[in-house]
Protein backbone atom coordinates (compact mmCIF):
# COMPACT_ATOMS: atom_id res chain seq x y z
CA UNK A 1 0.00 0.00 0.00
CA UNK A 2 0.68 3.41 -0.99
CA UNK A 3 1.95 5.85 2.15
CA UNK A 4 0.54 9.37 2.29
CA UNK A 5 2.01 12.34 3.72
CA UNK A 6 2.08 20.74 16.45
CA UNK A 7 -1.18 20.88 19.11
CA UNK A 8 -3.59 23.85 19.07
CA UNK A 9 -5.01 23.60 22.70
CA UNK A 10 -8.85 23.40 22.59
CA UNK A 11 -12.07 24.11 24.79
CA UNK A 12 -13.32 20.38 25.29
CA UNK A 13 -13.78 20.33 28.74
CA UNK A 14 -16.87 17.73 28.04
CA UNK A 15 -14.72 15.63 25.60
CA UNK A 16 -11.88 15.17 28.53
CA UNK A 17 -14.19 14.36 31.00
CA UNK A 18 -16.20 11.76 28.75
CA UNK A 19 -12.76 10.15 27.64
CA UNK A 20 -12.45 8.42 31.16
CA UNK A 21 -10.10 5.34 31.60
CA UNK A 22 -11.35 1.75 31.15
CA UNK A 23 -10.81 -1.28 32.57
CA UNK A 24 -7.88 -2.95 30.69
CA UNK A 25 -5.23 -2.36 31.98
CA UNK A 26 -1.53 -3.61 32.33
CA UNK A 27 -0.70 -7.13 33.59
CA UNK A 28 0.56 -6.69 36.97
CA UNK A 29 4.25 -7.30 37.46
CA UNK A 30 5.30 -7.43 41.04
CA UNK A 31 3.40 -6.53 44.17
CA UNK A 32 3.60 -2.98 44.76
CA UNK A 33 5.89 -2.25 41.70
CA UNK A 34 5.40 0.91 39.51
CA UNK A 35 4.12 0.22 36.17
CA UNK A 36 7.21 2.20 35.10
CA UNK A 37 9.68 -0.01 37.03
CA UNK A 38 8.98 -3.03 34.79
CA UNK A 39 7.04 -1.54 32.07
CA UNK A 40 3.92 -3.57 29.75
CA UNK A 41 4.13 -3.17 25.76
CA UNK A 42 1.11 -2.95 24.32
CA UNK A 43 1.55 -6.78 22.30
CA UNK A 44 1.22 -8.19 25.96
CA UNK A 45 -2.06 -6.30 26.96
CA UNK A 46 -3.50 -6.90 23.30
CA UNK A 47 -2.78 -10.84 24.32
CA UNK A 48 -3.68 -10.81 27.81
CA UNK A 49 -6.67 -13.50 27.43
CA UNK A 50 -4.71 -15.84 25.03
CA UNK A 51 -3.77 -15.93 21.35
CA UNK A 52 -7.51 -17.11 20.38
CA UNK A 53 -10.62 -15.81 19.04
CA UNK A 54 -13.87 -15.83 21.22
CA UNK A 55 -17.24 -14.35 20.98
CA UNK A 56 -16.55 -10.60 22.76
CA UNK A 57 -16.72 -8.31 19.52
CA UNK A 58 -15.76 -5.80 21.90
CA UNK A 59 -11.98 -6.87 22.81
CA UNK A 60 -9.00 -6.86 20.28
CA UNK A 61 -8.54 -10.73 18.83
CA UNK A 62 -8.53 -9.64 15.51
CA UNK A 63 -6.04 -7.04 16.10
CA UNK A 64 -3.96 -9.51 18.35
CA UNK A 65 -3.80 -12.19 15.30
CA UNK A 66 -3.09 -9.50 12.74
CA UNK A 67 0.31 -8.50 14.54
CA UNK A 68 1.28 -11.89 14.77
CA UNK A 69 0.47 -12.53 11.08
CA UNK A 70 2.63 -9.35 10.16
CA UNK A 71 5.26 -10.45 12.45
CA UNK A 72 5.51 -14.40 11.60
CA UNK A 73 5.57 -13.06 8.07
CA UNK A 74 8.16 -10.27 8.72
CA UNK A 75 9.81 -10.65 12.35
CA UNK A 76 11.89 -7.59 11.56
CA UNK A 77 9.02 -5.51 10.82
CA UNK A 78 8.08 -1.60 12.46
CA UNK A 79 5.12 -3.77 13.65
CA UNK A 80 7.36 -5.52 16.31
CA UNK A 81 7.57 -1.77 18.18
CA UNK A 82 4.19 -2.88 20.05
CA UNK A 83 6.40 -5.41 21.96
CA UNK A 84 9.08 -3.47 23.03
CA UNK A 85 7.15 -1.86 26.13
CA UNK A 86 9.99 1.02 26.81
CA UNK A 87 9.59 2.23 23.40
CA UNK A 88 6.86 5.55 23.71
CA UNK A 89 3.93 4.90 21.51
CA UNK A 90 0.62 5.87 21.60
CA UNK A 91 -1.70 3.18 19.69
CA UNK A 92 -5.57 3.31 18.37
CA UNK A 93 -7.06 -0.25 19.04
CA UNK A 94 -9.75 -1.36 16.81
CA UNK A 95 -12.23 -3.71 18.27
CA UNK A 96 -13.13 -6.99 16.80
CA UNK A 97 -16.00 -5.19 16.01
CA UNK A 98 -14.67 -2.56 13.94
CA UNK A 99 -13.05 -5.23 11.91
CA UNK A 100 -16.12 -6.65 11.17
CA UNK A 101 -17.59 -3.66 9.92
CA UNK A 102 -14.20 -3.34 7.29
CA UNK A 103 -14.96 -6.91 6.32
CA UNK A 104 -18.65 -5.54 5.08
CA UNK A 105 -16.61 -2.68 3.48
CA UNK A 106 -14.41 -4.29 1.72
CA UNK A 107 -16.52 -7.58 0.61
CA UNK A 108 -20.31 -7.24 1.28
CA UNK A 109 -21.10 -9.62 3.77
CA UNK A 110 -20.86 -9.98 7.98
CA UNK A 111 -18.79 -12.80 8.75
CA UNK A 112 -20.14 -14.38 12.08
CA UNK A 113 -17.14 -15.04 13.75
CA UNK A 114 -13.93 -13.13 14.67
CA UNK A 115 -11.67 -16.06 13.13
CA UNK A 116 -13.65 -15.62 9.96
CA UNK A 117 -13.42 -12.22 10.05
CA UNK A 118 -9.77 -12.31 10.25
CA UNK A 119 -9.38 -15.40 7.65
CA UNK A 120 -11.41 -13.11 5.29
CA UNK A 121 -9.64 -9.78 5.74
CA UNK A 122 -6.22 -11.81 5.37
CA UNK A 123 -7.94 -12.99 2.12
CA UNK A 124 -8.96 -9.40 0.60
CA UNK A 125 -5.81 -7.69 1.70
CA UNK A 126 -2.97 -9.68 2.57
CA UNK A 127 -0.06 -9.64 4.60
CA UNK A 128 1.25 -6.27 3.29
CA UNK A 129 -1.79 -4.67 3.34
CA UNK A 130 -2.29 -5.46 6.92
CA UNK A 131 1.43 -4.51 7.99
CA UNK A 132 0.10 -1.07 6.84
CA UNK A 133 -3.54 -0.53 8.60
CA UNK A 134 -1.84 -1.10 11.69
CA UNK A 135 1.24 1.00 11.57
CA UNK A 136 -1.28 3.51 10.62
CA UNK A 137 -2.87 3.17 14.28
CA UNK A 138 0.76 3.89 16.01
CA UNK A 139 1.77 7.35 16.68
CA UNK A 140 5.52 6.85 17.20
CA UNK A 141 7.43 8.91 20.18
CA UNK A 142 4.75 9.69 22.25
CA UNK A 143 2.62 9.02 25.09
CA UNK A 144 -0.69 10.84 24.70
CA UNK A 145 -3.33 10.07 27.21
CA UNK A 146 -6.76 11.10 27.16
CA UNK A 147 -6.43 14.43 28.14
CA UNK A 148 -3.66 15.20 25.41
CA UNK A 149 -6.04 13.46 22.56
CA UNK A 150 -8.43 15.96 23.56
CA UNK A 151 -5.88 18.74 23.80
CA UNK A 152 -4.90 17.97 20.38
CA UNK A 153 -7.95 19.08 18.48
CA UNK A 154 -7.75 19.89 14.97
CA UNK A 155 -4.06 18.64 15.39
CA UNK A 156 -2.53 15.48 12.56
CA UNK A 157 -0.94 13.31 13.87
CA UNK A 158 2.04 11.47 12.15
CA UNK A 159 1.87 7.53 12.12
CA UNK A 160 4.56 4.90 12.21
CA UNK A 161 3.31 4.19 8.54
CA UNK A 162 4.04 7.88 7.64
CA UNK A 163 0.90 9.42 6.55
CA UNK A 164 -1.23 11.14 9.49
CA UNK A 165 -4.57 11.01 11.41
CA UNK A 166 -6.91 14.27 11.73
CA UNK A 167 -8.09 14.52 15.93
CA UNK A 168 -11.94 15.80 15.89
CA UNK A 169 -13.45 16.82 19.40
CA UNK A 170 -17.20 17.63 19.30
CA UNK A 171 -18.64 17.97 22.57
CA UNK A 172 -17.82 14.50 24.62
CA UNK A 173 -16.96 12.71 20.89
CA UNK A 174 -13.62 12.41 19.67
CA UNK A 175 -13.01 11.24 16.36
CA UNK A 176 -10.43 10.62 14.00
CA UNK A 177 -10.04 11.25 10.29
CA UNK A 178 -8.50 9.23 8.71
CA UNK A 179 -7.81 9.10 3.94
CA UNK A 180 -11.00 7.71 2.83
CA UNK A 181 -13.87 10.48 3.08
CA UNK A 182 -16.17 7.70 1.98
CA UNK A 183 -16.02 5.50 5.32
CA UNK A 184 -17.19 7.08 8.76
CA UNK A 185 -14.01 8.93 10.92
CA UNK A 186 -13.73 5.59 13.50
CA UNK A 187 -14.31 7.40 17.11
CA UNK A 188 -12.52 6.59 20.45
CA UNK A 189 -14.98 4.37 22.87
CA UNK A 190 -12.42 3.61 25.47
CA UNK A 191 -9.27 5.42 26.97
CA UNK A 192 -6.06 4.87 28.66
CA UNK A 193 -5.68 1.22 27.92
CA UNK A 194 -1.74 0.22 29.56
CA UNK A 195 -1.90 3.79 31.49
CA UNK A 196 0.93 4.53 33.17
CA UNK A 197 3.57 2.78 30.66
CA UNK A 198 4.70 4.48 27.55
CA UNK A 199 3.27 2.72 25.41
CA UNK A 200 -0.79 3.79 26.31
CA UNK A 201 -3.58 3.16 23.66
CA UNK A 202 -7.43 3.98 22.88
CA UNK A 203 -9.94 1.84 21.37
CA UNK A 204 -11.50 2.91 18.54
CA UNK A 205 -14.81 1.64 16.89
CA UNK A 206 -13.81 1.81 13.05
CA UNK A 207 -10.16 0.69 11.85
CA UNK A 208 -8.15 3.91 9.93
CA UNK A 209 -7.84 3.74 6.41
CA UNK A 210 -4.37 5.34 5.17
CA UNK A 211 -5.76 5.22 1.78
CA UNK A 212 -9.35 6.10 -0.09
CA UNK A 213 -10.77 2.74 -0.82
Known amino acids: M?????VRTATAGLAAAALTAVAVAAPSTAEGAP???????????LAADGHHFDRNWGDFDILDAAVGAVLQADPDSAVGVLAKP??????????????????????GSRPMTEKATFRRLARAAGVDTIEQVLLYHVVPGKTLG???????????????QGGTVKV??????VRLADQDPDVANPKVIATNINKGNP?????????LLPVDL
Open 86 to 107: RTKLTAFLPTDRAFRKLAFTLT
Open 146 to 160: AKRVVAADGTRLTTA
Open 199 to 207: QIAHAINGV
Open 2 to 6: TNHRT
Open 35 to 45: AHDRPTSLAKV
Open 168 to 173: RVRGDV
